[in-house]
């Protein structure tokens, strides 16, 4: 059976993302595995110093790069281990008893490409080690995982909190609908209060569209409170996630195409990276 994979680095979302994963993992009732992946090593020995030193020296010099990028290697190694054993203690203490986690070395995309086929869900943090410095950016590994994925990506907020309520940005289009669909399909968030929002003018096509997702949702037992607001969506939406105390917002993630990254992709960032709160995407 499918599970919940997370990948977890050192940054201070790493707690945030165990404890949300083990959240998941409890509500779907499925295993876990956490990675943490090891960038690729630089290439010491493609350095050219023979122009600029005298071969005893650049020979001692490469020697001693060597020596560093083994000993570097060593330490990185070390520390994720230290990791993911940390991760492995969170999830297991809120609950869960079946979790692996693996160490890779290569790049984020090609570990989330051999994993993601047998996982339901993915989960990372909002930012990672090297971008918790600039505040208002999201991290890079968390755009590439969330373009890159087939599966719903659920982004860890900086602290986690229990989640009683979610919101839905619905816009009528295909990934909001399969976002409807996954919720439809998937225990994760049953039984939770449900609010359903469309921001926009009000016309008769964005209202058919809305009781087309608040039924499906009020089908399979979710209490649905619908609504459509006039504003700019993101600005509309982080209101309305504040006012109604929403602990969780699932919208539509990116769209794969170059020029639909440009029409949607700017808006998707926006809205994880102005609330506070989890965010699933589903594309």
């Known amino acids: 059976m499918?599970?919940?994979?997370?990948?977890?680095?050192?940054?201070?979302?790493?707690?945030?993302?165990?404890?949300?994963?083990?959240?998941?993992?409890?509500?779907?009732?499925r295993s876990v595995e956490i990675a943490h992946v090891l960038g690729r090593r630089q290439v010491i020995n493609r350095l050219d110093l023979?122009?600029?030193?005298?071969?005893?020296?650049?020979?001692?010099?490469?020697?001693?790069?060597?020596?560093?990028?083994?000993?570097?290697?060593?330490?990185?190694?070390?520390?994720?281990?230290?990791?993911?054993?940390?991760?492995?203690?969170?999830?297991?203490?809120?609950?869960?008893?079946?979790?692996?986690?693996?160490?890779?070395?290569?790049?984020?995309?090609?570990?989330?490409?051999?994993?993601?086929?047998?996982?339901?869900?993915?989960?990372?943090?909002?930012?990672?080690?090297?971008?918790?410095?600039?505040?208002?950016?999201?991290?890079?590994?968390?755009?590439?995982v969330v373009r890159s994925s087939k599966k719903p990506v659920l982004v860890a907020a900086r602290a986690h909190k229990p989640i009683n309520s979610f919101l839905i940005a619905y816009d009528g289009g295909k990934s909001a609908m399969r976002a409807i669909e996954f919720l439809v399909n998937s225990p994760l968030l049953k039984n939770l209060s449900c609010h359903l929002l469309s921001v926009g003018d009000d016309t008769a096509t964005m209202r058919a569209n809305l009781d087309v997702a608040?039924?499906?949702?009020?089908?399979?037992?979710?209490?649905v409170n619908a609504r459509v607001l006039?504003?700019?969506?993101?600005?509309?939406?982080?209101?309305?996630?504040?006012?109604?105390?929403?602990?969780l917002l699932v919208m539509g993630a990116y769209g794969h195409s170059r020029i639909r990254n440009l029409?949607?992709?700017?808006?998707?960032t926006a809205m994880v990276n102005r609330c506070k709160v989890p965010v699933l995407m589903v594309h």
Not at 2 to 27: H, N
Not at 100 to 118: H, I, M, P, Q, Y
Not at 230 to 247: C, L, M, R, S, T
């Open 263 to 268: 029409v949607i992709g700017s808006t998707t």
């Open 214 to 223: 608040r039924g499906k949702l009020e089908s399979v037992g979710y209490v």
């Open 50 to 144: 023979s122009g600029n030193l005298e071969f005893n020296a650049s020979s001692e010099l490469l020697k001693e790069l060597a020596d560093l990028d083994a000993q570097s290697n060593k330490l990185a190694q070390q520390k994720g281990r230290t990791i993911l054993e940390y991760a492995k203690s969170v999830v297991q203490s809120a609950g869960v008893s079946d979790v692996t986690v693996r160490l890779r070395n290569g790049d984020l995309l090609e570990a989330l490409s051999d994993f993601e086929k047998d996982a339901a869900l993915i989960v990372i943090g909002k930012r990672g080690e090297a971008s918790e410095f600039a505040k208002l950016h999201l991290g890079s590994n968390l755009e590439r």
């Open 2 to 29: 499918s599970g919940i994979f997370a990948f977890i680095d050192g940054s201070a979302y790493a707690q945030s993302v165990c404890e949300l994963t083990a959240w998941a993992a409890e509500r779907m009732e």
């Open 230 to 247: 006039p504003g700019d969506p993101e600005a509309v939406i982080v209101q309305q996630i504040e006012a109604d105390h929403i602990d």
